[in-house]
Antibody, heavy 125, light 107 residues
């Protein structure tokens, strides 16, 4: 059974770079039908999509964050990562990694069907 | 960006009630609409994809409908485990966007 697990610092200083990794277990990140994404949720608020990546390294970013965000994949470790630079308090949130079905061959087309448990990141000095 | 607006923002209902949540897109998204359930401290859980397809393992009391700009999630007979916050999400175009959420509370 496929599982995703986020890891990274829970506290980041303002103006620094937030770095998170998502480890995929129970399946391959190189599955042809899926993208891998990051979504965040500030405390008490709604969900915001950040970015998606395909194992072949095609990337898609939310324009609201594009100047500060990068997503990468390491197929040898079955992991993908998020970097968000120049963080402020507004970037404090629970960060989720998730699997995104991008084709009809994975049937849950257009949705995030498996999620990690989420990791809280606080931006504070 | 496509704005997704859910209504109501919160609703109180009783066990056994039928509940409908609405999601409206600021422009047409064909059938590229998914619904998620989120409980406190947990990750969202996919309920419905492509407007009306039920995710494996999700009870049949959940159903979705709509097309274009107007969509609904219906729970036919509320069960205790259904009290949660529900989000819609469009996948018609980047950036993917979510509704603001509908909190379903016990009356």
């Amino acid at each position: 059974q496929l599982q995703l697990q986020e890891s990274g610092p829970g506290l980041v200083k303002p103006s620094e770079t937030l770095s998170l990794t998502c480890t995929v277990s129970g399946g391959s990140i190189s599955s042809g039908s899926y993208y891998w994404g990051w979504i965040r949720q500030p405390p008490g608020k709604g969900l915001e999509w950040i970015a998606n990546i395909y194992y072949g390294a095609s990337t898609y970013y939310n324009p609201s964050l594009k100047s500060r965000v990068s997503i990468s994949v390491d197929t040898s470790k079955n992991q993908f990562s998020l970097n968000l630079s120049s963080v402020t308090a507004a970037d404090s949130a629970v960060y989720f990694c998730a699997r995104y079905c991008a084709t009809s061959s994975c049937y849950t087309d257009g949705s995030f069907d498996i999620w990690g448990q989420g990791t809280m990141v606080t931006v504070s000095s | 960006d496509i704005q997704m607006t859910q209504s109501p923002s919160s609703v109180s209902a009783s066990i056994g009630d039928r509940v409908t949540i609405t999601c409206r897109a600021s422009q047409g998204i064909s059938s590229w609409l998914a619904w998620y359930q989120q409980k406190p401290g947990k990750a969202p859980k996919l309920l419905i994809y492509i407007t009306s397809s039920l995710q494996s393992g999700v009870p049949s009391r959940f159903s979705g409908s709509g097309s274009g700009t107007d969509f609904t999630l219906t729970i036919s007979s509320l069960q205790p485990e259904d009290f949660a916050t529900y989000y819609c999400q469009q996948a018609n175009s980047f950036p993917y966007t979510f509704g603001q959420g509908t909190k379903l509370e016990i009356k």
